[in-house]
């Protein structure tokens, strides 16, 4: 089992950068795949990018590819969501999640952080 929190949301104005970050604790967290989703309000959680316990597998919604860049580091048990060219879409509250698999569905992630907010205005 894992347990996640993260951190480094915030209020940014568009074209700006954010670096959000999840902590885990927990002794597997090396063998999960580690998710980032968002929910706007009003709307249903979407999928935003994703990576295998290696890193070797990493998949990324279209509306964020080359925007935003998913990492991890197993030894800090840390994953992370840079993002750059930050658009009034993407206000969201976003959630890490860990699953076994590197997958685009939120039910194949069972473990899930509390979420941090980001706001992009115009």
């Known amino acids: 089992q894992v347990q996640l929190v993260e951190s480094g949301g915030g209020l940014v104005q568009a074209g700006d950068s954010l670096r959000l970050s999840c902590a885990a604790s927990?002794?597997?967290?090396?063998?999960?795949?580690m998710g980032w989703f968002r929910q706007a309000s009003g709307k249903e959680r979407e999928f935003v990018a994703a990576?295998?316990?290696?890193?070797?597998?990493?998949i990324y919604a279209d509306s964020v590819k080359g925007r935003f860049t998913i990492s991890r580091d197993n030894a800090k048990m840390t994953v992370s969501l840079q993002m750059n060219n930050l658009k009034p879409e993407d206000t969201a509250v976003y959630f890490c999640?860990?699953?076994?698999?590197?997958?685009?569905?939120?039910?194949?992630?069972?473990?899930w952080g509390q979420g941090t907010q980001v706001t992009v205005s115009s």
């Open positions: 990576l295998s316990w290696n890193s070797n597998n990493v």
């Open positions: 999640a860990a699953g076994p698999f590197t997958d685009y569905q939120a039910a194949q992630y069972p473990y």
């Open positions: 927990g002794r597997t967290f090396s063998r999960y795949a």
